[in-house]
């Protein structure tokens, strides 16, 4: 069992940054992968961005070079490091624990967060 809590949401205006953090307990520790998804109002869950145990991370395609996804294993957390927010980041923002990377994120998703809010305001 795998407890995925997040942190770091809030309301910034457009053009500001946030970092998120994922504090998991334990952390996965081999085969694993780590990827944040966000859900907008009315909107499906998409991926944003996924790290394997290797240390390889995808990025949706329209995000890449504004967050970086990354981990600190000896901090039990990963983080989602946004810049250059848009109001269409808006949506909340959860952590997942799987087994496989993929073009967007994990699948084989085992463990979800509650999720943190981001708002972006114009």
């Known amino acids: 069992q795998v407890r995925l809590v997040e942190s770091g949401g809030g309301s910034v205006q457009a053009g500001g940054s946030l970092r998120l953090s994922c504090t998991a307990s334990?952390?996965?520790?081999?085969?694993?992968?780590m990827a944040w998804f966000r859900q907008a109002p009315g909107k499906e869950r998409e991926g944003v961005a996924g790290i394997n145990a290797n240390g390889v991370t995808v990025y949706t395609d329209s995000l890449a070079g504004r967050f970086t996804i990354s981990e600190d294993r000896a901090k039990n957390t990963l983080y989602l490091e946004m810049n250059n927010l848009k109001p269409d980041d808006t949506a909340r923002y959860y952590c997942?624990?799987?087994?496989?990377?993929?073009?967007?994120?994990?699948?084989?998703?085992?463990?979800w967060g509650q999720g943190t809010p981001v708002t972006v305001s114009s």
């Open positions: 334990p952390y996965p520790t081999v085969n694993y992968c």
């Open positions: 997942a624990a799987g087994k496989v990377l993929v073009r967007v994120g994990c699948a084989r998703i085992n463990y």
